[in-house]
């Protein structure tokens, strides 16, 4: 299967794409609404900024706490993205609902159905709120390339993962969908981004996967969980930034094993405790990856700082796998 818009194929080039797609939004949406689901990544930034040039006013942006977001996400969402764009945002806080419709499971696949499922819900709902008078009937979203591939839904492809935003679809879905970057990799999207005037913190940003922590809590996922994967992976992303590491490492999971402990020593006492993993990767388009060879000294802050403070965790150990044939998440 070849992507449309591989740039290696074709002269491809963001101003172009940029106005094929603001000429095929306006033809699309016509006199219509337009709801914009954003993560706070770059893709659905991209997304809702296209759609802000071609439709303007007709669009409004919706940004979902689903519980699984990473410390200081919500506020960096809601400040950077209003700033750089000017866009209508509405913030739902709905960590209950995901964390309830959650509790118990433990498939990665049916996470991730879950967590598809109920944003479709959450968009319903506030578009019913938002415009009670003209239905909105479309839903945007920042689907890329390797989403789809990945989630088999192209002829000949089988699945791999079912991206919530793609396979993790509910069948009676009340959208049409506009999907403006769906045949780009992620570096394309960058190009894009840049071109449309985004500032670098959000065109930069390491990719997040929509189910969020979801997917790297191992196994069931619960808010005590949660709470220390968030100070493990907080860790993480300062001291990768303090290393001036954040461009040369495309992305950097951190893992909760859920499910495994091991023993440990505190003082004198044993502990029985959780173990993370760490997963830098270094990648061009996230369908190939390598794993990225961190400094030692800076692992080894890691480590120390992950394992005191976050007293729960004794145990930090390190992912040496390429994708193929590991994927870059462990869910
Ligand atoms: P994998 O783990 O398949 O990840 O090697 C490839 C890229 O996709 C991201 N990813 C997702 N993104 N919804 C998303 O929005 C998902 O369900 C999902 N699963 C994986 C992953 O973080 C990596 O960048």
């Known amino acids: 299967m070849t992507n449309p818009q591989s740039d290696a194929a074709s002269a491809w080039t963001p101003l172009a794409f940029i106005e094929t797609q603001v000429e095929e939004i306006k033809q699309t949406v016509g006199s219509g609404r337009v709801l914009c ?33 990473r410390a200081g996400e919500v506020e960096q969402v809601r400040g950077d993205f209003v700033a750089a764009t000017g866009v209508t945002l509405v913030f739902r806080d ?110 930069w940003r390491q990719p997040f996967p929509g189910p969020g922590l979801g997917i790297r809590v191992v196994g069931e996922v619960t808010r005590e969980r949660l709470g220390w994967l968030r100070v493990a992976d907080a860790i993480v992303r300062e001291e990768l930034t303090a290393a001036g590491l954040d461009r040369t490492v495309w992305q950097f999971p951190v893992i909760l094993l859920g499910d495994v402990h091991s023993t440990g020593v505190s003082g004198d006492k044993r502990t029985y405790g959780q173990t993370v993993v760490l997963r830098p990767i270094t990648s061009r388009d996230a369908m190939t990856a390598d794993w990225a060879r961190l400094p030692y000294e800076l692992v080894a802050k890691i480590s120390s700082r992950i394992t005191t403070e976050c007293p729960a965790i004794n145990r930090v150990v390190m992912d040496v796998t390429s994708k193929p044939p590991a994927t870059i998440e462990w869910e």
Request: with cysteine.
């Open 94 to 203: 709905e960590a209950d609902r995901f964390l309830d419709a959650l509790a118990g499971v433990t498939d990665p696949e049916q996470k991730r159905k879950i967590v598809g499922r109920e944003f479709i819900r959450v968009f319903e709902d506030a578009a019913r709120q938002i415009a009670s008078q003209t239905p909105i009937d479309f839903l945007a979203q920042g689907t890329i390339w390797p989403d789809v591939v990945e989630s088999g839904t192209e002829d000949g492809t089988s699945t791999i993962k079912s991206h919530h935003n793609v396979g993790g679809l509910p069948a009676d879905l009340q959208f049409k969908l506009i999907e403006p970057v769906r045949t780009l990799f992620k570096y394309q999207v960058r190009d894009v981004g840049t071109a449309l005037g985004l500032p670098d913190s959000m065109v």
């Open 37 to 69: 689901g954003l993560s706070g990544g770059v893709d659905s930034a991209v997304t809702a900024a296209l759609l802000q040039r071609a439709i303007g006013s007709q669009l409004t942006c919706v940004f979902v706490d689903h519980g699984l977001l």
